[in-house]
């Protein structure tokens, strides 16, 4: 995590701290959270994935949360603070004029011989243009992709949740989770649903590590595809 960005969370959670006295343990541990890296923005902005410590539970976030904390009291739970904290040090950078992203080194990425964008990467979606999956694994792979891994992580009918991490020959990695539910994939569970959202989760880890904000095509629902 870029120490900026760092450096601003410190600055956001102090402040809090001590306007809130009565939150102070939990804006400790929403820092924490976030410096670990277990929360995961969507593309949104304003919902988020979040992990436990030990990666075994996964909680949507967004205006509510799925923990047994949040059920249980009124105030947030941690995990909607984390986010909250994280958009609020985010607005800040980037009135600041940058805009960072967590697990991103942009330093190391700008620094590398670039490839440029091939044209046939590109497709066109209701006047927006899409980076296909191909393209950004061959641009990964020129600056250093080792591996990508995916991991299901959750499949049931409801819900599909995956993960994917991207490791670079210089060390980096960086890891990205997807989770589709009825409403934003195809309604069959089966083996080409779980790849398809393997494939956005990768996707995503790529954008994250190459520092593409574009969507790419895989990452849209079948019917915007065909719109
Ligand atoms: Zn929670």
Same mark, same amino acid.
């Given at each position: 995590m870029n120490a900026t960005f760092i450096h601003a969370l410190q600055e956001e959670v102090t402040t809090l701290q001590a306007q809130f006295p009565?939150?102070? @343990?939990?804006?400790? %541990?929403?820092q924490t959270l976030i410096t670990d890296g277990r929360l &995961?923005? @969507?593309d949104s902005g304003t919902e988020a994935m979040v992990t436990s410590k030990d990666g075994t539970q996964y909680y949507a976030v967004n205006g509510q949360c799925v923990c047994k904390a949040s059920q249980h009291r009124k105030e947030a739970c941690y995990h909607r603070l984390a986010l909250r904290l994280y958009q609020k040090v985010c607005d800040r950078l980037e009135a600041e004029s940058e805009c960072y992203t967590l697990n991103l080194d942009t330093e190391v990425i700008e620094s590398a011989a670039a490839p440029a964008i091939r044209p046939e990467w590109l497709v066109s979606v209701q006047g927006k243009p899409f980076i %296909? &999956? @191909?393209g950004l694994l061959e641009l990964a792979h020129a600056r250093g992709l080792v591996s990508l891994e995916t991991v299901v992580v959750q499949a049931s009918e409801a819900m599909c949740i995956c993960q994917a991490t991207a490791t670079f020959a210089d060390g980096r990695r960086f890891t990205d989770i997807v989770d589709a539910t009825e409403r934003n994939v195809a309604k069959h569970l089966d083996i080409y649903y779980i790849r398809m959202v393997e494939t956005r989760a990768s996707a995503r880890a790529l954008r994250r590590a190459l520092n593409i904000s574009a969507c790419s095509v895989e990452e849209l629902s079948g019917e915007e595809v065909t719109a």
């Amino acid at each position: 995590m870029n120490a900026t960005f760092i450096h601003a969370l410190q600055e956001e959670v102090t402040t809090l701290q001590a306007q809130f006295p009565d939150l102070s @343990e939990r804006l400790a %541990r929403a820092q924490t959270l976030i410096t670990d890296g277990r929360l &995961f923005m @969507e593309d949104s902005g304003t919902e988020a994935m979040v992990t436990s410590k030990d990666g075994t539970q996964y909680y949507a976030v967004n205006g509510q949360c799925v923990c047994k904390a949040s059920q249980h009291r009124k105030e947030a739970c941690y995990h909607r603070l984390a986010l909250r904290l994280y958009q609020k040090v985010c607005d800040r950078l980037e009135a600041e004029s940058e805009c960072y992203t967590l697990n991103l080194d942009t330093e190391v990425i700008e620094s590398a011989a670039a490839p440029a964008i091939r044209p046939e990467w590109l497709v066109s979606v209701q006047g927006k243009p899409f980076i %296909r &999956f @191909e393209g950004l694994l061959e641009l990964a792979h020129a600056r250093g992709l080792v591996s990508l891994e995916t991991v299901v992580v959750q499949a049931s009918e409801a819900m599909c949740i995956c993960q994917a991490t991207a490791t670079f020959a210089d060390g980096r990695r960086f890891t990205d989770i997807v989770d589709a539910t009825e409403r934003n994939v195809a309604k069959h569970l089966d083996i080409y649903y779980i790849r398809m959202v393997e494939t956005r989760a990768s996707a995503r880890a790529l954008r994250r590590a190459l520092n593409i904000s574009a969507c790419s095509v895989e990452e849209l629902s079948g019917e915007e595809v065909t719109a």
